[in-house]
């Protein structure tokens, strides 16, 4: 096998340095280790409301709302598996759309993925809302405070430094860290049934669907549910660190959706059969808690509960942010792999396997977010939005590889000829669902990345190795991922329109049958392009 076969093309990892980083990589972790880092990441703060947003939006149909969460997230994790069980690397998700599609899709995803920093510091600002309870005085209701500012700054320290050593004791900390968010849910939904069942709630206040199954659609966004079970996809870009990726990366994906579907199941339940009949007096949508769980919990005097959520109102997105510094130093390594951001950022420690330069620039990053300056919060709260383009790059890296003379990745999940193309769609409908106010922020940010990729290709630039194949022509490559480009301007032009924050002008349902419409139409461009790509990347005589 020639060199080009082992670097070029998206068939490895890429240049020989880029090579010699990823051999440094551990491979400690198993499955329990993965499955952690799924549920961990799945699971942050937003189980203590989206109960009740759900319940707002769908009523008791909500539960069908979760069940179908869980199943879209199933079929686009099973493209994100195909990938991270055939095609290992550190970072993967960030890698894949540069071998499968070029370099302005791999600078476009890669920038997008880089700003997601932005939610880790969410993440870290959240945990010290919930700290004011205890603490008065590190948050002013709008902004941290000075003195909540120093105590963020010193929370990013402390998760950088419980990253800073082997992957190994990261996963165990981790495990303990899922452990009790296990545990937190589930006293919450036996405590609760004991205190105060009330029968007949699946079919009282207006029946198991008082507005409509169409609700359950726009619980998927409007209630929170979608962005609740989001984040299934962080063992993938540990799969460089995996022992086994074939078999472990699938049985832990499925297993994190799979606990988290079911704890969020079961506390929709509780929350469902546990509201005091006295407030229901205007139906679901007349329920309003500012901490469900936690205000539930005090009106059936169960008190030690309400300490117990406040203090998991804490730990949970403290674990989140735990493993988001942990992904994000994956990404910004990635990111130096591609050429993207400098190549001394891709640095592996060698004695422990881990990329510090990649921790140290993140933690500089979370602070620069953290930073009370007006707009930040709106900007932050894009982030997590925009990562959804990982899921979409991601269906079609899988399609072009599958597509590929000889390509190996095809096989391993069954039916992938129509999974990638309706996972595409269910990615597009994800990012269409976030809203207008959040699309209308993310298109020129991301688009951002486009002027990073140009500067990188200016004249004189030389073009790094990173496993792209051959370096070609700035229009061939423009071609190759114009893709990218029309698919963010049409999806927010439909948003302007559709009925998600939008003018509705384009009514519901026929806003989202347009997206699963231009979805596919673009879904097949992209591959006919990647196909094309990896023609030029892979000479016949390689």
Known sequence: MTERQVSGGGDGAGAPQVLAQERRLRRDLGFWGLTGIGFSNIVGSGWLFAALYAAQTAGPAALLSWIGAGLLCGLVALVMIELGATRPEGGGTVR????????????????????????????ISAIMQYAAHYLPGIYNGQTLTLAGLALATGLSVVLTVLNWFAVRMFAQLNNLISVFKILVPVITVVALIASGWHSGRLTDHGGFAPYGYVACLTALAGGGIVYSVNGFQAPLDFSGETRNPRRTIPAAVLTAIGLAVAMYLALQLAFLFTVPEHLLGHGWQGVSFDSPFGQLALILNLHWLAGLLYADAVISPGGSAYVGVAIDARHTYALAKNGTIPRYFMKVNERFGIPRRALVINLLVIVIFLLPFGGWQDIVSVMGDMYLLIYAASAVAVAVFRAEPGGHTAGWVPGLRWIAPLSFVVASEFVYWSGWDDLRLALPLVLGGLLIFLVMRRPGVRVEDDGAGPSRPLGAELRTGAWLVVYLVALTVVSGLGTFGGSGRLPAPYDSVTVAVLALAVFFWAVRSGVRHLAVARPADA
């Open 96 to 123: 894949w759309p540069l071998f499968a599609s070029g370099r302005l899709v791999g600078t476009l995803i890669g920038w997008s993925t880089m700003l997601s920093v932005g939610g880790t510091a969410a993440e």
